[in-house]
């Protein structure tokens, strides 16, 4: 899959998660935005919904909570011109159904909640507009995902459904227990649906992102926050920081790069020290000029003599000087 420039067959694509983090506050993306791109973050999502079809006004705080973390279309093109202008591609999750066409319009790319993953408002007018659609499946079943592979097949058949889909494992709990990662889930992804696969990390640890990764996902949606002490919003305790965003990034790229380094082989960094690991022929005894050497005169320790590298070679050769116990076998003992 081809998405933000980069080729999931070889790249890996790191999402920076914005979520709610934000509060509303529009100058504290602005703020937030190049310290992002700094990150190494492949692209930025938000999250994009009308209220009044996001939460029922019967409950009434998460309802006062929802609305003021509200973003305009007006605000979201402000975000987006600004995203541009330094090179970071944007994309939002429609949270109520409502918002859609304008994503797919103004980003080109979609996220569907895992919360949305069977809801059919959203995923079918997802799947009938051009925009490439990421899904992440968190508390969803195996006969799900099958329901939804269905229907993507239908509505986008041939190739556009294995070039404009992918799907993220994913957790929904916030955080979940490590113990639940159930990272498994990735392979089997693979085998049900055919199509990049990827992980959206709820967890407080980064160790199920590298697991993802040996696992085979190629997509990464991690929360991002400027302060995960903060306790207004649940999502600050399992974001990270830019800064630790940045460290991320730069560990689960070299770690691509060596899953691509092929067949079993010596790497450069061990050369310098192969013979130093190994163990070499010494004498297991003093030993005076002239003798003639047998088997029983040798035993192993470290460092290996690459210049002696069979023991059958030095057996019925004649040493040229004294030599003592414990030393290396070398070439210029011999005659």
């Known amino acids: 899959?081809?998405?933000?420039?980069?080729?999931?067959?070889?790249?890996?694509?790191?999402?920076?998660?914005?979520?709610?983090?934000?509060?509303?506050?529009?100058?504290?993306?602005?703020?937030?935005?190049?310290?992002?791109?700094?990150?190494?973050?492949?692209?930025?999502?938000?999250?994009?919904?009308?209220?009044?079809?996001?939460?029922?006004?019967?409950?009434?705080?998460?309802?006062?909570?929802?609305?003021?973390?509200?973003?305009?279309?007006?605000?979201?093109?402000?975000?987006?011109?600004?995203?541009?202008?330094?090179?970071?591609?944007?994309?939002?999750?429609?949270?109520?159904?409502?918002?859609?066409?304008?994503?797919?319009d103004v980003c080109g790319v979609i996220k569907i909640a895992s919360g949305d993953f069977t809801f059919s408002p959203t995923v079918e007018a997802s799947l009938n507009t051009s925009a490439q659609l990421i899904i992440s499946s968190g508390a969803t079943s195996r006969s799900e995902v099958s329901e939804f592979v269905k229907l993507a097949k239908q509505i986008r058949p041939g190739n556009a459904?294995?070039?404009?889909?992918?799907?993220?494992?994913?957790?929904?709990?916030?955080?979940?227990?490590?113990?639940?990662?159930?990272?498994?889930?990735?392979?089997?992804?693979?085998?049900?649906?055919?199509?990049?696969?990827?992980?959206?990390?709820?967890?407080?640890?980064d160790a199920p992102l590298f697991a993802a990764l040996g696992l085979g996902a190629r997509i990464f949606e991690i929360h991002v926050t400027d302060?995960?002490?903060?306790?207004?919003?649940?999502?600050?305790?399992?974001?990270?920081?830019?800064?630790?965003?940045?460290v991320i990034t730069d560990l689960l790229n070299k770690l691509n790069f060596s899953l691509f380094s092929g067949e079993k082989a010596i790497q450069d960094s061990?050369?310098?020290?192969?013979n130093n690991l190994r163990k070499g022929i010494v004498y297991v005894k003093n030993l005076s000029a002239g003798h003639k050497l047998v088997r029983e005169d040798f035993d192993f320790a470290r460092p290996f003599n690459p210049e002696i590298a069979d023991l059958n070679s030095v057996i019925g050769k004649v040493l040229k000087k004294d030599v003592a116990a414990f030393f290396t076998v070398m070439n210029s003992d011999l005659v």
Not at 65 to 89: E, M, N, T, V
Not at 270 to 274: A, F, I, T, Y
């Open 1 to 104: 899959m081809k998405i933000f420039n980069k080729d999931t067959s070889k790249d890996l694509v790191v999402i920076a998660e914005i979520g709610v983090n934000h509060k509303g506050s529009i100058d504290w993306i602005l703020n937030m935005l190049p310290q992002i791109k700094d990150s190494g973050a492949d692209a930025i999502k938000f999250q994009l919904f009308t209220p009044d079809l996001y939460s029922t006004r019967g409950n009434i705080p998460r309802y006062e909570q929802i609305s003021a973390f509200y973003i305009s279309q007006k605000d979201f093109l402000r975000i987006k011109k600004s995203c541009d202008s330094i090179g970071l591609p944007v994309f939002a999750t429609p949270v109520s159904h409502d918002w859609v066409q304008f994503i797919a």
């Open 161 to 205: 459904y294995y070039e404009t889909i992918a799907m993220l494992h994913c957790i929904s709990s916030y955080p979940p227990p490590i113990n639940e990662s159930n990272l498994s889930a990735i392979t089997d992804l693979m085998k049900l649906t055919d199509l990049t696969i990827g992980f959206s990390s709820h967890f407080l640890e």
């Open 227 to 246: 302060d995960r002490s903060r306790v207004d919003i649940r999502d600050h305790a399992l974001s990270r920081t830019p800064t630790e965003l940045k």
């Open 270 to 274: 061990e050369k310098g020290s192969m």
